[in-house]
């Protein structure tokens, strides 16, 4: 059963959702602190019968926080009223799991002519009610710190909320009564809080003050109250009044899965219509999936990509992810049109089949991006691993690249790519004990104190100054975390890169740039002298400031999406009349 991502706009928010599956909608809602990933096994069940929508709440995953300092159960309630909504969707069925089944519940409660029934799959109901101490104490603040044991601390916080409960009681009379999941599943959890970073503690605060049972004397329409043993609410079932609609599921995934399909088979609500576009935010990236070769690719846009301007294709760090260049995309597009794409196997990019990863994969995902956007011609500035994937497309489809803007190009000489291959990347393949979280930590964190990044001797302190603050860093080992399995293999294709030929036989416009405290800075000037380019080394934070003066310089012919009518941007000693020469920047 295909799964496929979309965002939508919600107001001045934006929500992310999973859909699979065709006829009467189920509304989704997972527990917290993850995201609406968690429902992918049970969307492959449901969506036998039904429509599957799984929503990210509002601070989780890939979905915007509400503009409430402490939202309650009912807000989020009515955020899925909205949202679907803005989804044009008039009648579903809810679900949810732990916080999700509050929000499923209360959503019944509030907007029962938007709701069939709700099916509450270990609705969170309390024999006394926590104090705000205690709560405190339960939903613990991530405090990033420079060692990254904040990660691995993370980790065992994560595995020990499926082996205790509550999880920071931690004895034989706390025990769970179920077993702990696997690693990957742990891994996908611990990433899912960093994404939700401090908030976590937002939404997962509201069903602890939520009034839990009251909420029946309110109901309207059929509610389904499902306890499965394992389950840390399984000891509440006492506490329910009687007559409700209650159902024992089984404890076993598959069999619970197929009797909670059956319930919500009860009351089924409407067929969705197809999902709608998502609507531009002033001041922020669009963002959709694309689909290709059977997965899906992350695009983020600033301004018109098809319009009379050519726009910046923004190509990132491998291994990395579009989410770091955000400010970059918005700064820069106020003046040019921005279009970025998570590489496949990277940040929220599916890999494609085999998960090859090299550049001229890269590249090629790149360019059938671009064909389904319908752009014909871009500016490519690839950053640190990116620029190989821009400098490929510069030489391999010159038609399509206007000019060439390499940001501190990882571009290694003959001496330092075998020293580098010598000391490959670390796996980050999960580990049980989250041991592989502290390796990403420490070799991102070593890339920044010696070059190279192996040698920790003092003649080899980088030549550079370091970027060593711990919640930057989180942001960015996060970043890759999402994808382990491309790491190592991402960073053997940039060392391996054969760059100087591949430059010698660019015929574009160019310049090679960089922040004075890049990972790859020092590298920039034999690079630019190598091709031909001009280096600008831009000041702090003015990086925009920087490709908007060398894209201005650029003559008009260079910057329009039609570009020259002998094809590509040529440089200077190989232009045809009506090419563009760049000017001094």
Same mark, same amino acid.
């Given at each position: 059963?295909?799964?496929?991502?979309?965002?939508?706009?919600?107001?001045?928010?934006?929500?992310?959702?999973?859909?699979?599956?065709?006829?009467?909608?189920?509304?989704?809602?997972?527990?917290?602190?993850?995201?609406?990933?968690?429902?992918?096994?049970?969307?492959?069940?449901?969506?036998?019968?039904?429509?599957?929508?799984?929503?990210?709440?509002?601070?989780?995953?890939?979905?915007?926080?509400?503009?409430?300092?402490?939202?309650?159960?009912?807000?989020?309630?009515?955020?899925?009223?909205?949202?679907?909504?803005?989804?044009?969707?008039?009648?579903?069925?809810?679900?949810?799991?732990?916080?999700?089944?509050?929000?499923?519940?209360?959503?019944?409660?509030?907007?029962?002519?938007?709701?069939?029934?709700?099916?509450?799959?270990?609705?969170?109901?309390?024999?006394?009610?926590?104090?705000?101490?205690?709560?405190?104490?339960?939903?613990?603040?991530?405090?990033?710190?420079?060692?990254?044991?904040?990660?691995?601390?993370?980790?065992?916080?994560?595995?020990?909320?499926?082996?205790?409960?509550?999880?920071?009681?931690?004895?034989?009379?706390?025990?769970?009564?179920?077993?702990?999941?696997?690693?990957?599943?742990?891994?996908?959890?611990?990433?899912?809080?960093?994404?939700?970073?401090?908030?976590?503690?937002?939404?997962?605060?509201?069903?602890?003050?939520?009034?839990?049972?009251?909420?029946?004397?309110?109901?309207?329409?059929?509610?389904?109250?499902?306890?499965?043993?394992?389950?840390?609410?399984?000891?509440?079932?006492?506490?329910?009044?009687?007559?409700?609609?209650?159902?024992?599921?089984?404890?076993?995934?598959?069999?619970?899965?197929?009797?909670?399909?059956?319930?919500?088979?009860?009351?089924?609500?409407?067929?969705?219509?197809?999902?709608?576009?998502?609507?531009?935010?002033?001041?922020?990236?669009?963002?959709?999936?694309?689909?290709?070769?059977?997965?899906?690719?992350?695009?983020?846009?600033?301004?018109?990509?098809?319009?009379?301007?050519?726009?910046?294709?923004?190509?990132?760090?491998?291994?990395?992810?579009?989410?770091?260049?955000?400010?970059?995309?918005?700064?820069?597009?106020?003046?040019?049109?921005?279009?970025?794409?998570?590489?496949?196997?990277?940040?929220?990019?599916?890999?494609?089949?085999?998960?090859?990863?090299?550049?001229?994969?890269?590249?090629?995902?790149?360019?059938?991006?671009?064909?389904?956007?319908?752009?014909?011609?871009?500016?490519?500035?690839?950053?640190?691993? =990116?620029? /190989?994937? @821009? +400098?490929?497309?510069?030489? *391999? %489809?010159?038609?399509?690249?206007?000019?060439?803007? !390499? #940001? $501190?190009?990882?571009?290694?000489?003959?001496?330092?790519?075998?020293?580098?291959?010598?000391?490959?990347?670390?796996?980050?393949?999960?580990?049980?004990?989250?041991?592989?979280?502290?390796?990403?930590?420490?070799?991102?964190?070593?890339?920044?104190?010696?070059?190279?990044?192996?040698?920790?001797?003092?003649?080899?302190?980088?030549?550079?100054?370091?970027?060593?603050?711990?919640?930057?860093?989180?942001?960015?080992?996060?970043?890759?975390?999402?994808?382990?399995?491309?790491?190592?293999?991402?960073?053997?294709?940039?060392?391996?890169?054969?760059?100087?030929?591949?430059?010698?036989?660019?015929?574009?416009?160019?310049?090679?740039?960089?922040?004075?405290?890049?990972?790859?800075?020092?590298?920039?000037?034999?690079?630019?002298?190598? =091709?031909? /380019?001009? @280096? +600008?080394?831009?000041?702090? *934070? %003015?990086?925009?400031?920087?490709?908007?003066?060398? !894209? #201005? $310089?650029?003559?008009?012919?260079?910057?329009?999406?039609?570009?020259?009518?002998?094809?590509?941007?040529?440089?200077?000693?190989?232009?045809?009349?009506?090419?563009?020469?760049?000017?001094?920047?």
């Amino acid at each position: 059963m295909k799964i496929t991502r979309h965002f939508v706009t919600v107001g001045e928010r934006r929500v992310h959702y999973l859909r699979a599956g065709s006829g009467p909608a189920v509304a989704m809602l997972h527990a917290c602190p993850v995201s609406a990933k968690v429902m992918r096994p049970l969307m492959q069940i449901f969506a036998r019968r039904f429509t599957c929508l799984a929503f990210d709440m509002p601070g989780f995953g890939q979905s915007d926080k509400l503009p409430i300092a402490q939202p309650s159960v009912e807000d989020f309630a009515d955020a899925l009223a909205d949202t679907l909504t803005a989804l044009g969707i008039q009648k579903v069925a809810s679900y949810g799991r732990h916080t999700g089944a509050s929000i499923a519940v209360e959503f019944a409660a509030r907007h029962p002519k938007l709701c069939s029934m709700a099916l509450a799959d270990g609705y969170a109901v309390f024999t006394s009610r926590y104090s705000d101490e205690a709560l405190e104490r339960y939903l613990e603040p991530i405090t990033p710190a420079w060692d990254g044991a904040h990660l691995l601390r993370l980790w065992f916080r994560y595995r020990d909320q499926h082996a205790f409960w509550p999880w920071n009681a931690q004895d034989d009379a706390h025990r769970s009564d179920t077993d702990t999941p696997d690693t990957d599943f742990l891994h996908r959890g611990v990433i899912e809080m960093l994404e939700a970073g401090n908030d976590y503690r937002i939404g997962y605060r509201a069903p602890f003050r939520h009034r839990e049972l009251e909420v029946i004397a309110d109901l309207n329409v059929p509610v389904c109250f499902g306890n499965r043993p394992g389950d840390s609410m399984y000891k509440t079932r006492p506490l329910y009044p009687a007559g409700i609609w209650d159902a024992d599921v089984p404890r076993e995934f598959q069999a619970a899965s197929e009797m909670e399909l059956d319930l919500l088979s009860k009351h089924p609500a409407e067929t969705p219509p197809a999902a709608p576009e998502c609507a531009p935010i002033a001041g922020r990236s669009t963002d959709r999936f694309i689909d290709l070769h059977g997965a899906q690719i992350l695009v983020r846009s600033v301004g018109d990509l098809n319009g009379p301007v050519a726009p910046l294709l923004l190509i990132h760090h491998a291994p990395g992810a579009s989410w770091l260049y955000r400010s970059l995309m918005n700064e820069v597009g106020q003046k040019v049109p921005v279009v970025a794409i998570d590489l496949p196997g990277h940040g929220e990019s599916e890999p494609l089949p085999g998960n090859p990863q090299t550049v001229v994969t890269w590249a090629d995902t790149v360019i059938a991006v671009l064909d389904q956007l319908s752009v014909t011609r871009v500016h490519a500035l690839g950053h640190l691993g =990116g620029a /190989a994937v @821009a +400098l490929e497309l510069a030489v *391999g %489809r010159p038609e399509r690249v206007a000019s060439l803007l !390499l #940001d $501190s190009p990882f571009f290694l000489n003959d001496a330092d790519r075998a020293l580098f291959r010598s000391h490959p990347a670390p796996s980050l393949e999960p580990d049980p004990e989250g041991f592989h979280l502290l390796r990403a930590w420490h070799h991102l964190r070593d890339a920044e104190l010696w070059w190279p990044w192996f040698r920790r001797e003092k003649a080899f302190q980088s030549p550079r100054p370091s970027r060593l603050d711990p919640e930057a860093l989180t942001e960015r080992a996060r970043e890759v975390l999402k994808q382990p399995h491309s790491y190592a293999a991402a960073w053997r294709s940039v060392v391996n890169y054969a760059w100087s030929g591949r430059l010698a036989a660019c015929v574009q416009p160019r310049v090679v740039l960089a922040d004075h405290n890049d990972l790859a800075s020092h590298l920039v000037d034999p690079i630019a002298k190598a =091709g031909n /380019a001009r @280096a +600008l080394r831009g000041e702090p *934070g %003015r990086k925009a400031e920087t490709i908007l003066r060398f !894209l #201005d $310089s650029l003559p008009a012919s260079c910057s329009t999406a039609g570009g020259c009518q002998t094809g590509a941007c040529c440089s200077p000693g190989a232009c045809q009349p009506g090419c563009c020469t760049p000017t001094q920047p």
